[in-house]
């Protein structure tokens, strides 16, 4: 029988995904050896009153521009056909169905760690999968019944300061070049060629 695989689940709104995003993913990969990232643009996020600014299609495509060619990178639609709002237990259950021998994980950053035990059933989520945290600064506290790597790095790309760009400022040098070239040809987040 083959080792299990080692799957990160990444989520986030990605609204856009820049180069944090890739640098937090690659970092997640070197450090716990994943065979796999996942990157899952969320629907509806539980935790957001607003809506994202790029719609579904749009923030996959982004995705798709910004994984392409990198071999333990793949982007899934699954939350497009969950109804909304976008629940982690419901997405790491789905993927324990599709990957049920395989090694997952949750990659979320050090905000959402402090604030993952008021998530939906975050007990059970914590039985679905280990959680690798991205801190940018210091150490996050470990928590009583989650199993937890932390690894470290920093970046300094935001999507909401790529969003409030000043006009015709659009941050370039923090997304791949074929997102940007995207979001101008879509007249995406105010900016247009």
Request: proline share 8%; with cysteine.
């Amino acid at each position: 029988m083959p080792n299990p695989l080692r799957i990160a689940l990444f989520g986030g709104t990605f609204d856009p995904v820049h180069q944090g995003h890739m640098q937090i993913a690659r970092s997640a990969v070197e450090a716990l050896d994943l065979n796999l990232v996942i990157f899952i643009p969320c629907r509806q996020s539980p935790h957001k009153d607003r809506a994202t600014v790029a719609d579904e299609s749009e923030r996959l495509g982004m995705l798709e521009l910004a994984t392409a060619g990198i071999p333990w990178a793949e982007v899934s639609d699954l939350e497009t056909y969950l109804p909304p709002p976008s629940y982690s237990w419901i997405t790491a259950e789905t993927m324990h169905e599709i990957f049920p021998t395989d090694r997952l994980f949750w990659l979320l950053g050090e905000d959402q760690w402090n604030a993952v035990a008021s998530w939906a059933r975050p007990d059970y989520l914590a039985d679905l999968v280990e959680f690798i945290v991205h801190s940018r600064g210091g150490r996050p506290a470990p928590k009583l019944g989650f199993r937890a790597h932390f690894i470290h790095g920093g970046h300094p790309a935001s999507s909401s300061a790529i969003r409030r760009g000043a006009p015709g400022q659009l941050h370039s040098e923090w997304l791949h070049p074929d997102v940007a070239r995207f979001i101008r040809a879509n007249g995406l987040y105010g900016f247009r060629d």
